[in-house]
């Protein structure tokens, strides 16, 4: 799986967007993007993936660059529940393959301030 | 929404002692994990199986550790003679489809081995 390097920690104010960049500069042309978060000691929180076209949903959206050598995580109203751990991790997806674990790094940690 | 429980959500135990994790997956699901946090640590993989089989295991998982389905609902992670340097939050995942980037994880046991 590709390396992904992320900023140690952030801030946002509440009620501000939150942009949580990541950079992967060494990715494969079969490997997605997955984000996911872990709020203080729970497990971690599936949010959002993709290939190459921008994601949104419910909880976020992922812009990943033309290149694909960087994305980055916003969260378009940051709320106080939104302050943990966020992690950028980069792997093949789906069938064909034999890599079923997911590798975490350190993450961000974003802390969401009154 | 379904989730992911484990139980028991911390357990207590001495050096030597054995010790088994468990956990309940999202009923549909077919692929199961099986993760660790040592405190302040990153999150670590340490066991895939699908089909009562193992299909991936780390190098931290030797032989003092086990899983098992025993029936159609549990997951189980079992430590044989549990040592200091097992403390740490285990964490139970799942998802449905082989491979998958998304991955469902429960709330964790906290492990203290004293």
């Known amino acids: 799986d590709a390396k992904t390097t992320q900023p140690p920690s952030m801030d946002c104010a509440e009620g501000r967007a939150a942009n949580l960049p990541c950079n992967h500069s060494?990715?494969?042309?079969?490997?997605?993007v997955y984000w996911y978060r872990q709020i203080h000691s729970q497990g971690p929180q599936y949010i959002i993936h993709?290939?190459?076209n921008n994601e949104t949903n419910e909880m976020a959206s992922l812009i990943i660059t033309e290149d694909r050598k960087s994305s980055t995580l916003i969260l378009p109203h940051a709320t106080l529940r939104d302050t943990a751990v966020y992690y950028c991790?980069?792997?093949?997806?789906?069938?064909?393959?034999?890599?079923?674990?997911?590798?975490f790094g350190k993450g961000t940690l974003l802390t969401v301030n009154p | 929404e379904p989730e992911v429980t484990q139980t028991p959500s911390h357990q207590v135990t001495q050096m030597g002692q054995e010790v088994i994790l468990r956990c309940v997956p999202i009923s549909n699901h077919l692929y199961f994990y099986w993760y660790r946090q040592i405190l302040g640590q990153k999150v670590e993989f340490l066991v895939s199986f699908y089909n009562n089989e193992i299909s991936e295991k780390s190098e931290i998982f030797d032989d003092q550790f086990s899983v098992e389905r025993p029936d159609g609902s549990n997951f189980t992670l079992k430590i044989r003679s549990t040592k200091l340097e097992d403390s740490a939050m285990y964490f139970c995942?799942?998802?449905?489809?082989?491979?998958?980037?998304?991955?469902?994880f429960g709330p964790g046991t906290r492990l203290t081995v004293t």
């Open positions: 993709g290939l190459k």
């Open positions: 995942a799942s998802t449905w489809v082989r491979g998958a980037g998304e991955q469902y």
């Open positions: 060494t990715i494969s042309g079969n490997e997605y």
């Open positions: 991790i980069v792997r093949v997806s789906q069938s064909g393959g034999s890599n079923y674990k997911l590798t």
